[in-house]
């Protein structure tokens, strides 16, 4: 199983890169809003590039960028200008390109004509997809491959990949000339007028196609993402303090925060859980969801509600040597995106992460201890305990990890570069290893199911688990600290050398 890690994203992406984000959906573009081929560029959606590339031209030229203006994670503006008209000497045709992102993509494009003669233009956009998957990307095996066809319909273009069950569909108003990987309008824009068309994209999964969420069939401001953007902003704390520095990164918190949530399309009542990051991580993973959605409690509880919830749904039922699933193990991360060579197992969850399962119990009573959701430890207990069943199997007194064939994570806590734990000579510590936080979240999972038994009134059952947290914490004060340094081992190697390695998590 393929699984991202720090050292295989794509390289970095520039300083003039444009990125939005909706949900599972996003977007990394240049500065002229242009979706340039060869390189991480593109649209994403369900962990496939849908288009890698977008490439506007005005009469043959490109556009000369002038500003971003972002205005939502999901929308921003372009604006630009054409090179002079005959006989002028300064510009006087403005682009102005306004996309939207999620499910797909929606651009109006409008030029502004700012002169007192009318302007010819012949307005083309370069289409190509590739229909990679995301692992395919950020390996840098990313090519256009014969399976992607691209057809002219009535609409605009059809874009699809067979093999994959993926595609795309551009609709176009008005409908422009369209031939395989280009669409070409012809316009007059008035004097001191605007010529405007609007450019939707909408995914094709499973044979299946959906319009892009801000469809042309509704206003933009009664898009489902703009409506829950409205409800995030309406609904947030609000926090007030006289630093200015302070107010500005609360306020750009809570934004990215609200960027990162994930809802499921067939639950439209559940609360949403949180992704990982943008752009590489708009998915659900269990470690990063659970610990973003422990530090946002203060904030909004309801993403601890929701990510609780869904990775429950896909807690381990079986033993699966390639997934590292078992029953009772909480996921590392899911990926959506089409069976491929470089992903073949990106349409399942794969579960090789150490400290998921612990985490899982201890956000639960964490959210438990806010006096609120009695109703969701009573829900969630059956799967409590069976992530404590994983733990306590795997666990004497530590947990510890090893993966299970040569294809998963060799480490599988938060530093899970292959180099990332290593002896302060350099040495890299071979598993099975016992991290020093995992621990620490076990002893919290413990502490958290006593006293679940507490308020349950199982004085045995919560003697049992505090028996346990007891243990640990006595056999990790014993084995971890390091007198002689003056600080704790990052962990224990399969040899039980501590891994004296400085560093943290």
């Given amino acids: ?59 043959e030229a490109r556009v000369e960028p002038l500003r971003v203006i972002t205005a939502e994670p999901y929308h921003a503006t372009f604006l630009g200008r054409t090179g002079p008209r005959p006989g002028q000497a300064e510009s006087t045709l403005m682009v102005i390109r306004d996309r939207y992102v999620g499910g797909g993509l929606r651009e109006d494009l409008t030029l502004r ?17 590739d229909m990679a998957d995301l692992f395919e990307v950020k390996g840098g095996h990313a090519h256009h491959v014969s399976a992607v066809e691209t057809a002219a319909d009535t609409s605009g273009l059809l874009i699809s990949a067979p093999a994959r069950s993926r595609g795309a569909r551009v609709v176009t108003d008005p409908m422009p000339t369209a031939v395989p990987g280009l669409l070409t309008f012809r316009a007059v824009v008035p004097a001191r007028g605007e010529w405007v068309v609007t450019l939707q994209v909408n995914p094709i999964v499973e044979g299946e196609e959906t319009p892009a969420w ?20 309406r609904l947030s704390p609000v926090i007030t303090t006289s630093n200015r520095t302070l107010a500005q990164v609360l306020d750009r918190s809570r934004q990215d925060l609200g960027s990162l949530r994930l809802f499921e399309p067939d639950k439209p009542g559940e609360p949403p859980s949180v992704a990982a990051g943008a752009p590489w991580f708009m998915t659900l993973f269990g470690r990063d969801s659970l610990l973003t959605s422990w530090m946002a409690l203060p904030l909004d509880q309801s993403l601890a509600l929701g990510t609780l919830r869904r990775l429950a749904r896909l807690q381990g039922r079986a033993d699966d040597p390639l997934t590292e699933e078992e029953p009772g193990k909480i996921l590392h991360e899911i990926r959506l995106g089409a069976h491929s060579s470089a992903s073949p197992f990106s349409s399942h969850a794969y579960y090789g992460s150490v400290d998921s399962t612990p985490l899982f119990v201890m956000l639960l009573g964490e959210l438990r201890r806010w006096g609120v959701h009695e109703e969701l430890v009573e829900e969630l207990m059956p799967h ?45 510590a071979r598993p099975p290893i016992a991290l020093a936080e995992v621990q620490g979240y076990v002893y919290a999972a413990y502490i958290a199911r006593a006293h679940f038994a507490e308020e349950a009134g199982d004085q045995a059952m919560e003697e049992h688990w505090k028996r346990h947290a007891e243990r640990i914490r006595e056999a990790f004060n014993e084995r971890f600290w390091l007198a002689d340094r003056g600080y704790y081992a990052m962990g224990l190697d399969g040899r039980g050398r501590p891994i004296d390695g400085l560093g943290s998590n």
């Fill in 1 to 59: 199983m393929n699984a991202w890690t720090f050292e295989s994203q794509p390289g970095a992406l520039g300083d003039t890169t444009v990125t939005l984000v909706e949900g599972g959906s996003f977007c990394v573009c240049s500065s002229s809003g242009d979706i340039v081929p060869g390189g991480a560029q593109g649209v994403y959606h369900a962990d496939t590039r849908l288009l890698s590339r977008w490439e506007l031209r005005v009469d």
């Fill in 113 to 129: 004509n700012m002169s007192d003669e009318a302007a010819g233009c012949v307005i083309t956009m370069h289409v190509g997809s």
């Fill in 214 to 233: 801000f469809s042309t069939q509704h206003g933009i401001e009664h898009a489902e993402p703009a409506r829950r953007r409205a409800d995030w902003d």
């Fill in 384 to 428: 409590v305990d069976a992530a404590l069943g994983w733990i306590t199997r795997s666990a004497d007194p530590f947990l510890y990890y090893r993966r299970k064939t040569d294809h998963g994570l060799l480490n599988q806590g938060w530093k899970d570069s292959f180099d990332g734990i290593n002896f302060a000579d350099g040495t890299l």
